[in-house]
């Protein structure tokens, strides 16, 4: 069965850095386009980043400003999110999705798999 898990999520000081992680399993991550989404309390989920199948196209939504850095492992079936520079507005649930599309894609509806999500928590 098909199924997404990610870890590295937790609370961290303004300015600090986190690495979230996303192992897939039942499918393989270099099949079809990966995401990053995120919710936060009372909005609606927002794209983060997404690579596309062949991993030479990587989009960022407009926030992420050279803070954030999506990267693949094809061998150990796994996608990364690493984020630095964090601020309090980055506070959200991060999800993990694999799309039905094999370019990288930036809404929730062309993607087919979703993750439990993993909590971000940035202080002051």
């Known amino acids: 069965q098909v199924q997404l898990v990610e870890s590295g999520g937790g609370l961290v000081q303004t300015g600090g850095s986190l690495r979230l992680s996303c192992v897939l399993s039942?499918?393989?991550?270099?099949?079809?386009?990966m995401g990053w989404f995120r919710q936060a309390p009372g909005k609606e989920r927002e794209f983060v980043a997404s690579?596309?199948?062949?991993?030479?196209?990587?989009y960022y939504a407009q926030f992420v400003k050279d803070r954030f850095r999506l990267f693949r492992d094809n061998a150990e079936n796994t996608v990364y999110l690493q984020m630095n520079s964090l601020t309090p507005e980055d506070t959200a649930v991060y999800y993990c999705?694999?799309?039905?599309?094999?370019?990288?894609?930036?809404?929730?509806?062309?993607?087919?798999?979703w993750g439990p999500g993993t909590q971000v928590t940035v202080s002051t």
């Open positions: 690579i596309g199948r062949s991993g030479d196209t990587i």
């Open positions: 999705a694999r799309a039905r599309v094999v370019a990288a894609a930036r809404i929730p509806d062309e993607y087919a798999y």
């Open positions: 039942g499918l393989t991550v270099s099949s079809y386009a």
